[in-house]
């Protein structure tokens, strides 16, 4: 199995050097070459399973050999030992057609444990094999860096350096990443938004006498190693609904794209999904991306979900190289095209290939609260922003498809919002009681490459 880059020049490279690589050395984002089928028979025998041996069966077939199959069976049942759900990714019912898929029940409340935990088990068995040390930095809209802090604090072999932007997420996502007391733990309080986070990481990673200096790795859902590890759970919840043998439809909360392109490549692979619907909330780049043709960042607007608040969607990437036919060249202009100028208009093939795969709707502000205390008041869920932002679109693109709508965080991260929508402010689950009680430990960092540099070098020269 070997990766490319969607900008066509990086070498080609097997599954456990795209995982530790994260971004291309052209810039790019690495893809399977190939996209390995599962047939009927293959999905259908899913049904049932527990989640780890779904995760097995879809994931074995991109290692490429990496690991052996006892091995990673070892590394899959560690990852997911830490949920605090024995489904992992339960299913709940909102309506006769509508299914909320509930990923956050991981250590950190949100789905980004599904991939962050097992790419810390897989890096840490890759490491042990070379010796190697690695640094990893990471750019979070909260949730990412959440996620990876807990999946690599205390391990011998690796740095974690992880760019929030100030001010701009909530003080249980901020909580997470600034109360860990290992040393190998940097949380950086960045001036800025998440987009300028995200450019200074892809920055570093550019900076190639920088990178391999320090022996930079990402785990951003640059990383291919991520997006394939959240193709799992579409498989599962498909199943339970009947596919292979019926279809069903997802909508899923986006912001970098990440993750409802792991539901693009569930398709890829035969899952038969009706409809893909992205759900966006005021930072809408995605939906009128498709509406109009033409991608273009306005500026990010913080919100209520602040995991979504991104106007440069690094997956959105991967779909465009399909799109235009998986040739590098395009991709390579249309990037140009957005740094020189904030945007680009995409082809019209192009346009009519993601139109065909994607459906998008957009929440506002009113709406996401409207919809929390909706269904606190018919349904009794308890939804978070960033999941009623979900809801809300699905809502509009029920089909005759069953609809399954992911839940991408706990309530109980986004603590204010709730209270706003319903006057009732949902309790922190009892593993991540005295989160607030903890010292915080944060570094302020300013939007400035060179200072970034700086700090990663000094701490991690020994
Ligand atoms: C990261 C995140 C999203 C967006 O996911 P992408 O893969 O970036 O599109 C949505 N909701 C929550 C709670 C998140 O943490």
Redesign the pocket.
């Known amino acids: 199995m070997n990766y490319i880059s969607t900008r066509g020049t990086a070498p080609m490279l097997g599954f456990g050097e795209a995982m530790m690589t994260g971004l291309a050395r052209d810039g790019g984002l690495y893809v399977p070459e190939i996209v390995p089928a599962l047939t009927t028979d293959e999905i259908a025998a899913l049904a049932g399973l527990p989640y780890e041996e779904v995760a097995f069966r879809v994931m074995q077939p991109y290692l490429g050999g990496f690991f052996s199959d006892t091995e990673f069976k070892g590394l899959i049942a560690k990852a997911y030992a830490g949920f605090h759900h024995t489904a992992r990714a339960p299913m709940v019912q909102l309506a006769s057609n509508h299914f909320l898929l509930e990923l956050?029940h991981g250590p950190t409340l949100?789905?980004?444990d599904f991939a962050m935990q097992l790419i810390g088990q897989m890096m840490q068995a890759a490491l042990a094999k070379t010796g190697e040390r690695i640094t990893i930095v990471g750019a979070t809209?909260?949730?990412?860096g959440s996620a990876a802090i807990e999946a690599f604090r205390g391990l011998a072999n690796v740095d974690v350096f992880i760019l929030f932007p100030q001010g701009r997420v909530s003080d249980v996502q901020r909580r997470q990443m600034t109360t860990p007391s290992e040393s190998n733990v940097h949380a950086l309080a960045m001036d800025g938004d998440f987009d300028d986070c995200q450019a200074r990481v892809k920055d570093m990673f550019n900076d190639f006498a920088f990178r391999d200096g320090v022996r930079l790795a990402g785990v951003n859902?640059i990383n291919w190693a991520r997006v394939l590890a959240?193709v799992v759970y579409y498989f599962y919840a498909g199943v339970a609904l009947g596919a292979p043998y019926r279809q069903v439809s997802f909508t899923?909360?986006?912001?970098?794209?990440?993750?409802?392109?792991a539901g693009y490549i569930a398709q890829c692979m035969g899952l038969p999904i009706e409809k893909l619907v992205i759900a966006t909330n005021q930072n809408d780049i995605l939906d009128r991306a498709l509406k109009t043709g033409e991608y273009r960042t306005n500026g990010v607007q913080a919100s209520i979900?602040p995991?979504?608040d991104?106007q440069v969607?690094s997956?959105f990437e991967r779909a465009l190289f399909d799109a235009y036919g998986g040739e590098g060249e395009p991709i390579v202009g249309l990037m140009e095209r957005m740094k020189q100028s904030g945007g680009f208009r995409i082809a019209d093939d192009a346009l009519e290939m993601l139109r065909a795969t994607f459906s998008s709707g957009r929440c506002s502000e009113e709406e996401t609260l409207a919809t929390i205390a909706r269904h606190r008041q018919t349904t009794g869920e308890v939804l978070?922003p960033?999941?009623a932002v979900g809801v809300k679109v699905a809502e509009e693109h029920i089909g005759d498809a069953p609809m399954i709508t992911l839940a991408?965080?706990h309530p109980a991260?986004f603590p204010d919002a709730v209270e706003k929508a319903t006057g009732l402010r949902p309790g922190l689950p009892p593993h991540m009681a005295g989160l607030f009680d903890k010292p915080e430990r944060v570094t302020r960092v300013p939007n400035d490459l060179a200072a970034l540099q700086a700090l990663v070098r000094e701490r991690t020269a020994r």
């Open positions: 956050f949100a789905f980004k809209s909260g949730d990412t859902s959240q899923v909360p986006t912001g970098n794209f990440g993750d409802i392109f979900s995991s979504m991104i969607s997956n978070c960033h999941s991408t965080a991260k």
